[in-house]
C-alpha cells in the first residue's frame, strides 16, 4: 500500500531521541494484504473494478488525470454518466446512468484514492450536486429507478411447478426459488450457503446459517429458521430436503448448496460435463437467469424480474399476511427502519389502506 507523506516518519529510540522510521514501518506482508483484500464482498470487488477501468477510460478520452483525480474531474464525470452512460471498452455506451449506479462509481473512485494514500480526494461536493440534478431532471420526465419486481405468491406457485422435478435441474430451482423467498434473503447470502455447517435439521424444520451479510460485515453470523409450509407446492423444508437427498446421491462429498447444472443435467464434477469452468458454486447472476427461466415456462412476467425479487416478494407476502414489521425485517436481515422494506410496505398499502374512508 502507498502511502504520500510529506515528511519523514520518525519513532523513539532506546534514549528517547527521535529517528527516522524504518522502511519496514510502512510494509505489509503478503497475508496481510490478502486479508484487507478479502474483507470486501467479491461482487464489490467486481463491481469496482468495472467503475474505475470505465473511468480511466473516459481520462484518457478527454486527457484528464485518474489518480488523483481533482473535484473538477469527479463533478465533470458525474455529468457525462448522467448524460450517457459509462464509456465501454468497446467504445460504446448504454445510456444515462441512474443516480445510484453514479454513486457506486464515484464510490468506487474515491476508495481507490483512499487505498492509495490520497486520503479525501477527490472532493465529491459538485458531483453529488450533478447527482441531485440528475433526479430532478428524470422525475421531471417521469423517469423512475428501476426496482425488483416482488413476486406473488401466486406466481411462485406456478413458477415452482413450471419446474421438472425428475431432474436435478428442476429439483434444485424448485427448492432454491421457495427458500430464496422463505428467507427473504440477498442473493449473495443465497449463494454462500454449504451444505456442511449452513444447515440443521430440526423438528420444526432446518435451521439455516447467514454466516455473514450486507448487514453483518463482522460475520458474526445470524441463525434463520426455516418452518414447514402449509402448501405442498411450495414447502421450503421438504422441497430443501428433496434437493438435499438427490444432491447426496451424485455429490456425496460437502460443498457449495447450491451448483451450477449445465444442459444434460450434469454438476461439474461429471463427466462431459459442458458448463463453465468455475468453483463449482451457482453465482449470484445465476440465480436471477433461474428465476426468469421458470417465469417464463409459467407464463409469469419477467418485466423488472431478479434474484433480488425473491427478496421483496417475500418481504411483501408476509406483511400482506399480517406478519409484524419488526418481525419481517430481522428475519430479511434489514436495519431497523430500513426505507427499503419501508417502501415494500408502503406499495402494499397503498391500495389496502385508504386514508379517506369514510370521508368522501
Known sequence: MNHPRDEIA???????????????????????????????????VRAYAADRAAFRRW?????RTPLPATAETAAEYATFLAVGGALQADGSRKGPAAPRTIERALSAIRTEHRENGYGGAPDLLGARRVIKDHRRHRSDHGIRDRQAAPITVTDLRAMVEACDPDTLAGTRDRALIVLGF?????????????TLGDLTDTPDGVDVLIR?????QDAIGELVAVHY???????????LRAWRARLMQVRPAEGPLWTPIDKQDRL?????????????????????LILRDAARRAGVSTEAL???SLRAGGATAAYQAGNDLLAISRRGRWKDGSPVLLRYIRETDRWRVNPMSGVL
Request: hydrophobic share 35%; proline share 9%.
Open 10 to 44: 520518525v519513532v523513539e529510540n532506546e534514549t528517547g531521541a527521535l529517528t527516522p522510521a524504518a522502511d519496514i514501518d510502512h510494509t505489509i506482508s503478503a497475508e496481510t494484504a490478502r486479508r484487507i483484500a478479502n474483507a470486501t464482498p467479491p461482487n464489490t
Open 268 to 288: 461439474p464434477h461429471m463427466p462431459g460435463y459442458c458448463g463453465k469452468p468455475g468453483t463449482g458454486r451457482l453465482t449470484g447472476k445465476a440465480v436471477g
Open 212 to 216: 455473514w451479510s450486507k448487514t453483518d
Open 229 to 239: 409450509g402449509s402448501h405442498p407446492t411450495t414447502c421450503p423444508v421438504r422441497l
Open 59 to 63: 481520462c484518457a478520452l478527454v486527457g
Open 182 to 194: 422463505s428467507m427473504m434473503v440477498r442473493r449473495s447470502e443465497l449463494v454462500a450457503l454449504n
Open 306 to 308: 431478479s434474484a433480488h
